[in-house]
């Protein structure tokens, strides 16, 4: 008999790979509108449904250029270098910002962002991820969401977060590859930096834990990937090395940690303008 897996569609949800397709409008309510009180089940899906469907809900969710969180192409995912590196750091955001919430207090939250993580993106690629041989990746994300998701310790939790940073690098390393690793990089971390700052015009009308979180996983994720690139770009290009580290010192304002800043200590629009040049100033590093 065929193992049937879980998909996490949001924490005390989760849908069983198996035979009937997916009723879009339910999977809206779930994934979309964030619905669950613990208690409702879907009945089993047949997972290439599942994915399509996660695929279609997705892409309309970025479709109305606000926020930072706009859909992936299944189809093209897996042979464009930029694409497949935006799509591990869209997962690893989600995890840096569970973590955070999670070593906050804000265990709910914390749990939730893991989910995220793991139905927005990898549900979506999961046969680009077999087909290149990524086999780590989905086992560490489910057990991530499950610790979380049954409220255990937070050193236990937090193993299980670094055990997902580490698969999300194998699947880095199995995944197409640039012709130039450090200047991808710094791409990415353009990407990053923009998303952050469009998520932080969200969260500015939504007083939600959840729009400011996901705001927070992209800064933290853009600092973290940061590094390296600035390494690479003072040699090399120091006016977008000057122009990153500038959003950057920004999005740390933003985004200094769990508790929101201070009204109006960051402008919205310095934000955007920020992130636009930096993003321009990498825009041939692709």
Not at 181 to 204: H, T, W
């Amino acid at each position: 008999m065929r193992r049937s897996r879980k998909i996490w569609l949001g924490v005390g949800a989760f849908i069983l790979t198996g035979e009937p397709a997916v009723n879009a409008n339910e999977l809206q309510r779930f994934v979309v509108e964030g619905k669950s009180d613990g208690k409702t089940s879907l009945p089993p899906h047949n997972a290439a449904q599942l994915r399509t469907d996660l695929a279609n809900v997705w892409a309309q969710a970025g479709e109305g250029g606000e926020g930072g969180e706009g859909g992936i192409n299944p189809e093209t995912v897996g042979n464009d270098p930029a694409e497949y590196a935006i799509a591990l750091q869209i997962i690893a955001a989600h995890f840096d910002a569970g973590i955070a919430a999670y070593a906050g207090g804000e265990r709910e939250a914390g749990a939730q962002m893991f989910a995220h993580g793991l139905s927005e993106i990898y549900a979506v690629m999961e046969d680009t991820f077999k087909q290149r041989g990524v086999t780590t990746l989905g086992p560490k994300l489910e057990a991530a969401v499950e610790a979380a998701a049954d409220k255990k310790p937070l050193k236990e939790v937090r193993s299980r977060f670094n055990d997902v940073l580490l698969a999300l690098r194998d699947a880095a390393r199995r995944g197409p590859q640039p012709a130039s690793p450090k200047r991808m990089q710094a791409f990415v971390v353009g990407e990053l930096i923009e998303r952050a700052a469009a998520q932080y015009s969200v969260a500015q009308k939504d007083k939600g834990l959840e729009a400011y979180l996901d705001g927070l996983g992209f800064a933290i994720a853009a600092r973290r990937e940061a590094k390296p690139a600035l390494e690479s770009l003072r040699s090399s290009d120091k006016q977008a090395a000057a122009t990153l580290a500038n959003a950057l010192q920004l999005l740390q304002r933003a985004y200094p940690g769990l508790k929101r800043p201070t009204k109006g200590d960051v402008s919205e629009a310095d934000l955007l303008a920020a992130a636009s040049r930096s993003r321009l100033a990498v825009s041939a590093y692709r």
